[in-house]
């Protein structure tokens, strides 16, 4: 539904992670305000505007947020949709619910690729041991057991090899609804930040090119006129319109000879798009804030060579990484724990090559000192 566009508004963020603290960090600049609702004591974003600390299916800590807020959306997929609904009744709440729906099981959101065209892998729902066994039979080994609901950084997710592999598998994921799902052999993975405003306008920034270890992003590249871009804009674009999509939208696929297959959509800013900060005219926060608010949006053109390396589990000392030409700092100001994401570096350069060379000396800084990252 396209409303009127608003002046200065006070957005509700559900959720108060980094990427709360990254939207509001663009969107105090452009004159908001924020309120956002999370459990945790002190989360990174509340240093940003009120915190309102409740559980994210509290009904009266949502109501209070739609009270008093203009517009709401979120920065974390996993929110019950039920708690949801009666809100956004009351209040505009972008992305809207159908998309939480459908981004939230990992079955729903293959169907729905599926059913615009896009290709997704081989895969076959999975409820009981007797599923995942006839599912090997129809998909073949290698394959991933996934949980359909709250996965993310590779978790709930199981490898098998060998039909005997299915028990073990079956308990791992404790007997919840799962999907079998095909291994890919990509070639490389890509994602594709999107973003299209509530009066309809739309963009694209270009891919950016991820590794990950142990299934969490670790570096993302942005290549220069990447052969894959129209392609994955044409999909984004399918998926933008089914939708009728407001805010950020997160694609990531897996490239086989030289095609796209999408692996999974996320419905909000992205880790991959964290080089947007640094890198592009205008970054993928800013931009979900000015979606949202359907004010015009930013370009999304690369103006420096840029590389995003992720800190995880121990933050390194800054200051070698600092004194490394082009490299920006983002700490959200986290407790270290291993596994979990407490900063990135974002590199820029005018060329490449700079920024590559540079790219490697930041790696060594921050994986050649023990303990720096995990
Ligand atoms: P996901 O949580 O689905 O994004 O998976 C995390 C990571 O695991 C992906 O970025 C891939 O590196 C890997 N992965 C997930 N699904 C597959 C697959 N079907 N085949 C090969 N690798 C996969």
Redesign the pocket.
């Known amino acids: 539904m396209t409303q009127p566009p608003l002046e200065r508004a006070h957005i509700g963020i559900i959720g108060a992670g980094q990427l709360g603290q990254m939207i509001a960090l663009a969107g105090l600049a452009l004159g908001h305000e924020f309120t956002f609702l999370d459990p945790s004591h002190r989360p990174p974003a509340a240093r940003l505007g009120r915190h309102i600390q409740a559980e994210f299916d509290d009904q009266s800590a949502l109501e209070r947020l739609a009270v008093e807020c203009d517009v709401l959306t979120f920065e974390f997929e996993n929110v019950p949709v039920s708690a949801l609904e009666p809100i956004s009744r009351q209040q505009t709440l972008y992305p809207d619910t159908r998309v939480l729906r459908i981004a939230q099981d990992r079955l729903q959101e293959k169907a729905f690729l599926a059913q615009l065209g896009i290709p997704v892998?081989p895969h076959a729902a999975v409820d009981s041991l007797d599923d995942l066994q006839a599912a090997i039979a129809q998909i073949g080994l290698p394959a991933?057991l996934?949980t359909r609901r709250l996965?993310?950084?590779?978790k709930g997710?199981v490898v098998l090899r060998h039909p005997t592999d299915a028990p073990a598998a079956w308990d791992a994921v404790q007997s919840q609804p799962c999907v079998l799902?095909?291994?890919?052999p990509?070639s490389r993975?890509v994602s594709l930040i999107a973003v299209r405003s509530r009066v309809g306008e739309q963009s694209f920034y270009p891919l950016g090119q991820n590794r990950?270890a142990q299934?969490i992003l670790h570096r993302t590249d942005v290549p220069t006129n990447d052969p894959a871009q129209p392609q994955a804009e044409d999909y984004a674009r399918r998926v933008l319109t089914a939708l009728d999509y407001v805010g950020v939208l997160a694609i990531?696929f897996?490239e086989v000879d030289g095609q796209l297959m999408a692996?999974?959509m996320a419905p909000r800013v992205h880790n991959s798009g964290h080089w947007t900060q640094n890198g592009a005219a205008t970054s993928q926060f800013e931009n979900h804030v000015r979606a949202i608010l359907g004010w015009p949006l930013g370009s999304t053109e690369r103006t420096r060579a840029s590389v995003m390396l992720n800190l995880i589990g121990r933050l390194p000392d800054a200051r070698p990484l600092l004194a490394l030409p082009g490299t920006h700092w983002h700490d959200y100001g986290k407790e270290p724990r291993s596994g979990r994401k407490l900063g990135h570096l974002n590199i820029t350069s005018a060329n490449e090559a700079d920024c590559r060379a540079v790219a490697a000396r930041a790696e060594a800084l921050i994986f050649g000192n023990p303990g720096s990252a995990v």
């Open positions: 892998a991933l996934k996965g993310y950084d590779g997710q799902e095909a291994f890919v990509f993975e990950h299934g990531e897996f692996n999974e």
